[in-house]
């Protein structure tokens, strides 16, 4: 998230520069979706993210990071895709409470 060192800054800008569009989701952002090198990236409520799951039978984890703000938080589970759900809803919970972002405007994690 700093971009310090052992990568150059020219490492970094490698390794966040988008290289492939993505489909839409339903997911929260308002922005379009691209894949970077290992991180899926774009932006919510004007602020530029970058996030990267993974899951294996009886473990689950979710990082996601927004540089400008210089917030990122990580979540970890024990199962390989149900916690996967329960992340991004802690996750997007806590972001949102961040951002300030009303209940009313917030994406609805138990309908999806």
């Not at 489909?23 to 290992?38: C, H, I, R, V």
């Not at 530029?48 to 990122?72: C, D, M, N, R, T």
Request: proline fraction near 5%.
């Amino acid at each position: 998230m700093h971009r310090s060192s052992p990568i150059s800054k020219e490492g970094y800008q490698a390794l966040f520069t988008s290289r492939m569009v993505q489909e839409p989701t339903d997911e929260p952002s308002s922005g379009p979706k691209s894949y970077a090198l290992g991180w899926d990236t774009s932006s919510y409520k004007g602020y530029q993210f970058y996030e990267h799951s993974g899951g294996v039978e009886a473990f689950g984890s979710h990082v996601i990071f927004f540089p400008e703000l210089k917030y990122g938080l990580c979540a970890f589970g024990n199962t390989g895709v149900t916690s996967n759900i329960v992340e991004l809803k802690a996750l997007w919970h806590l972001i949102d409470e961040k951002l300030g972002i009303p209940e009313k405007e917030r994406f609805d994690w138990d309908a999806k």
